[in-house]
């Protein structure tokens, strides 16, 4: 059948794997370094992944492919999120593990405590903003570091302090 399906191409391909995580249907694996259509069946053809690639490797054609397999998109969806929900047990660095806070401390019971003024915001941990994927091919031979610390989001009243 001919019908609308996503082409990489390779040569363009830097494999940051945004397209891949952008599929909602996992046609697109990374494969020695490059990303690559491996289900051709699981490509809906609505091209969620072409925003996402930085350097424009991902483009429309209209070419022989198989049918869109929408039960074959559901079943491997079921099985990406048992094996999900079975890795979800942290191991590694308490500190990185993923927590929701929830805070008991109410206005009344910090005004109390006289060494704090406010309550934190802090509602997750760990905290993480990206703002650009560091294989952009822009940072290739940069020389600049960007860095962070949590200290804001965690010390309620930084930046009034500061």
């Not at 599929?23 to 996402?52: M, Q, T």
């Not at 999120?81 to 929830?102: D, E, L, V, W, Y």
């Amino acid at each position: 059948m001919i019908r609308k399906i996503i082409r990489i191409d390779k040569e363009k391909c830097n494999g940051c794997g945004a397209c891949a995580d952008a599929c909602h249907e996992g046609a697109i694996d990374i494969i020695n370094g490059k990303a690559e259509l491996v289900r051709e069946h699981f490509c809906d053809g609505l091209g969620d992944c072409l925003p996402e690639c930085p350097t424009g490797a991902i483009s429309f054609e209209e070419r022989e492919a198989p049918a869109y397999d929408e039960e074959a998109v559901k079943e491997a969806q079921k099985k990406v999120f048992a094996k999900n929900q079975a890795m979800s047990t942290h191991t590694g660095c308490p500190g990185s593990r993923s927590m929701q806070i929830q805070r008991s401390e109410t206005p009344e019971t910090i005004k109390s405590t006289p060494s704090v003024e406010q309550l934190s915001k802090l509602q997750n941990w760990p905290v993480q903003i990206k703002l650009a994927p560091v294989s952009a091919p822009y940072f290739d031979g940069a020389k600049l570091l960007i860095a962070a610390d949590c200290t804001a989001y965690a010390y309620a009243s930084f930046h009034q302090d500061f």
